[in-house]
């Protein structure tokens, strides 16, 4: 990621992507961008605006992606010259969730510019094993965890992800929090098809796990020591260590599982992605997650 402003020069053939959301958001934004600029033979531009503006009523995201080891240069800091031919610009809006190949398709215009959330592993699986080396971590903070040699010593530890807060309020309130009895029901389910599993349970509402959530195998809940911080990375590099995975309707859980090595992990996904909304969510999950 070329992290010093560069100068500003031609780039007659490019793919932008719009990035915002949070950190699995933008790896989806990332991802299909990264793809559609592999194929074609693009130089591969991130729009980080959005994450720089302070959106009313929603929460600030920050851009999070220098969490990896990603190709592309973020406008921010280099500046695109297409020149003046007309047309020159595709500008691709996702109006509605789900897979359109056509965005994977050669396109006749010198720049593509992407604003979406791209929530389908289709549209990366062919540069997979390229998105499984640049979303390896840089060193950071995340290498002093404790939790490293917990979650590495045990046989089957099992990932997961309650997420809450932001899903009560009114912004995240069309994802909505899944409830206790998914839970309940995944926990249930992973132990009938995991043996020695150890729970480890990430959440941005700990105090309400500790207080709701009791499973028959051992658990712990991932707290981090010291004062308050943002252990956004750290979390998700632990989580994408588990062998086995319960996630929560976010891309957040999703790229921790998709991240992880096993090959023979479980994972366990809410069947119901949106809680008040009719949007279709058959294809957010790859083949061989178990939809509850």
Same mark, same amino acid.
């Given at each position: 990621? @070329?992290?010093?402003?560069?100068?500003?020069?031609?780039?007659?053939r490019?793919?932008?992507?719009?990035?915002?959301?949070?950190?699995g958001n933008?790896?989806?934004?990332?991802?299909?961008? /990264?793809?559609?600029?592999?194929?074609?033979?693009?130089?591969?531009?991130?729009?980080?605006?959005?994450?720089?503006?302070?959106?009313?009523?929603? @929460?600030?995201?920050?851009?999070?992606?220098?969490?990896?080891?990603?190709?592309?240069?973020?406008?921010?800091?280099?500046?695109?010259?297409?020149?003046?031919?007309?047309p020159?610009?595709?500008?691709?809006?996702?109006?509605?969730?789900?897979?359109?190949?056509?965005?994977?398709?050669?396109?006749?215009?010198?720049?593509?510019?992407?604003?979406?959330?791209?929530?389908?592993?289709?549209?990366?699986?062919?540069?997979?094993?390229?998105?499984?080396?640049?979303?390896?971590?840089?060193?950071?903070?995340?290498?002093?965890?404790?939790?490293?040699? /917990?979650?590495?010593?045990?046989?089957?530890?099992?990932?997961?992800?309650?997420?809450?807060?932001?899903?009560?309020?009114?912004?995240?309130?069309?994802?909505?929090?899944?409830?206790?009895?998914?839970?309940?029901?995944?926990?249930?389910?992973?132990?009938g098809?995991?043996?020695?599993?150890?729970?480890?349970?990430?959440?941005?509402?700990?105090?309400?796990?500790?207080?709701?959530? @009791?499973?028959?195998?051992?658990?712990?809940?991932?707290?981090?020591?010291? #004062? #308050?911080?943002d252990?956004?990375? @750290?979390?998700?590099?632990?989580?994408?260590?588990?062998?086995?995975?319960?996630?929560?309707?976010?891309?957040?859980?999703?790229?921790?599982?998709?991240?992880?090595?096993?090959?023979?992990?479980?994972?366990?996904?809410?069947? /119901?992605?949106?809680?008040?909304?009719?949007?279709?969510?058959?294809?957010?999950?790859?083949?061989?997650?178990?939809?509850?």
């Amino acid at each position: 990621m @070329t992290q010093t402003p560069a100068d500003i020069g031609t780039v007659p053939r490019a793919v932008v992507v719009r990035l915002r959301g949070g950190i699995g958001n933008q790896m989806f934004e990332y991802a299909v961008g /990264r793809c559609v600029a592999e194929k074609h033979g693009r130089e591969l531009f991130l729009d980080d605006l959005a994450l720089r503006e302070d959106p009313p009523g929603a @929460t600030k995201r920050l851009y999070s992606l220098d969490a990896f080891q990603i190709q592309g240069h973020l406008t921010s800091q280099k500046r695109i010259a297409i020149g003046e031919e007309i047309p020159v610009l595709a500008q691709v809006v996702e109006c509605r969730r789900g897979f359109h190949e056509v965005i994977l398709a050669p396109s006749p215009y010198p720049c593509i510019y992407l604003q979406g959330f791209w929530q389908d592993e289709r549209y990366f699986l062919e540069i997979q094993d390229l998105l499984r080396q640049e979303f390896r971590f840089r060193p950071g903070a995340w290498q002093e965890s404790p939790w490293q040699s /917990r979650i590495t010593a045990e046989q089957s530890p099992v990932c997961v992800h309650v997420r809450r807060q932001d899903y009560l309020a009114k912004p995240g309130q069309r994802l909505g929090f899944i409830g206790k009895e998914y839970y309940d029901q995944a926990a249930g389910l992973m132990a009938g098809k995991v043996g020695n599993a150890h729970f480890f349970v990430f959440s941005d509402d700990l105090s309400w796990c500790e207080e709701n959530l @009791t499973f028959s195998q051992p658990y712990s809940f991932v707290r981090h020591p010291g #004062p #308050p911080a943002d252990h956004t990375v @750290t979390d998700l590099r632990l989580m994408a260590m588990c062998r086995h995975f319960v996630i929560a309707n976010s891309s957040f859980s999703w790229w921790a599982a998709w991240l992880g090595a096993d090959a023979e992990k479980v994972v366990i996904a809410p069947q /119901r992605w949106y809680q008040i909304s009719e949007r279709d969510s058959k294809y957010i999950t790859p083949p061989g997650w178990l939809r509850l």
